[in-house]
């Protein structure tokens, strides 16, 4: 009797899966998260060349957002990204530092960072530019 029960016991053994590690789960994951993300790259480039810009906010603040746009010029080909952070200044006035790269194909650029400040009058009213400055904004 006692070896039908240990025969039993093994044969449910055998049965049962054994347990995955969490760590080989999160690669699963991790990897099927940038698969979709290599398969979803051709609908960004399509919708990229129809708008010629695609460009998300990244606040509420006018400028902070992340834009990606096509360079076409007549000696510059390639694609431009500018992303924008906000500086809190005072209660009533902020600035926008943006930095713009640029990766060409056809012709060279530099790197470019300007600096826009913003007022408002109170927080119910909208903001208005007031100085624009090429460089790292200064506080």
Avoid at 59 to 66: K, L, R, V
Avoid at 76 to 95: D, F, K, P, V, Y
């Amino acid at each position: 009797m006692t070896e039908e029960i240990s025969t039993n016991e093994v044969a449910v053994a055998a049965l049962v899966p054994a347990r995955r590690s969490p760590l080989r789960r999160a690669g699963c994951i991790v990897a099927l998260i940038l698969w979709f993300a290599i398969l979803l790259t051709p609908c960004f480039f399509i919708v990229l060349a129809a708008q010629q810009e695609i460009s998300i906010s990244t606040g509420s603040a006018p400028g902070q957002q992340i834009r990606v746009w096509l360079v076409s010029e007549a000696d510059q080909r390639g694609l431009a990204l500018s992303t924008g952070s906000m500086r809190q200044i005072g209660e009533n006035t902020i600035c926008v530092q943006t930095e713009v790269r640029f990766l060409l194909w056809a012709g060279s650029a530099e790197p470019i960072n300007y600096c826009e400040c913003y007022e408002r009058a109170s927080s119910a009213d909208s903001w208005s530019a007031t100085t624009t400055t090429t460089g790292i904004c200064s506080e």
